[in-house]
């Protein structure tokens, strides 16, 4: 900042320099103005001093701002190369987010498969009841049915031994 408010404030001094002499060389021509050939010698004079300053002026200024324009481009290279590699690291983290929503989905999906195998295993089991209840009902259908038997049978035995005891009408002949 210093530097360059320096080379701006040397600059203005030069070109305020430079448009006094001119200004100065007319003023003298216009009062000169008849005889002599010294105001245009004093004007190639002042060309030349113009011309030696700026020459001065820009050999100066120049080799420092021909460094600034070179840092300054080397500065917007290394940016550029700054915001590819912000870029790449903002990539890897959305990859890296991505691989987060993928863990959060296989937790949830290990937390739905051991629901599965859970109610899976509460499947077999409730079979295993029904089936041991079915066992149980077919043997207790199957003892009902052979109670009911029995006892048609000892009602029919006690029947035939009822007629088998109830005095018969002999037959005549």
């Known amino acids: 900042w210093f530097e360059r408010t320096f080379v701006t ?13 001119t200004d100065h060389q ?4 216009e009062s000169l103005h008849v005889e002599s050939s010294a105001p245009v010698q004093n004007a190639s004079v002042y060309k030349k001093a113009v ?4 020459e001065g002026l820009l050999s100066h200024y120049l080799p ?10 080397e500065l917007t290279q290394n940016q550029l190369i700054l915001l590819d590699t912000l870029d790449q ?23 739905y498969h051991n629901k599965l195998v859970n109610i899976r295993k ?10 041991k209840l079915k066992k149980r009902a077919l043997k207790l259908q ?13 009602r029919e035995k006690a029947l035939e031994r009822e007629r088998q005891l109830t005095a018969k009408p002999a037959k005549r002949t």
């Open 122 to 131: 509460e499947m077999i089991i409730l079979h295993e009841k029904t089936t």
């Open 89 to 111: 690291e903002v990539t890897k983290f959305r990859e890296c987010n991505t691989l987060l929503d993928l863990n959060s989905l296989f937790t949830e999906a290990k937390f």
């Open 26 to 29: 007319l003023t003298q021509q």
């Open 64 to 73: 420092d701002l021909q460094n600034s324009k070179r840092a300054l481009l």
């Open 51 to 54: 011309d030696k300053l700026t």
């Open 142 to 154: 199957q003892q009902k049915q052979k109670e009911a038997l029995e006892k048609e049978q000892k």
């Open 9 to 21: 404030q040397s600059y203005v001094l030069c070109v305020f320099l430079l448009t006094y002499l």
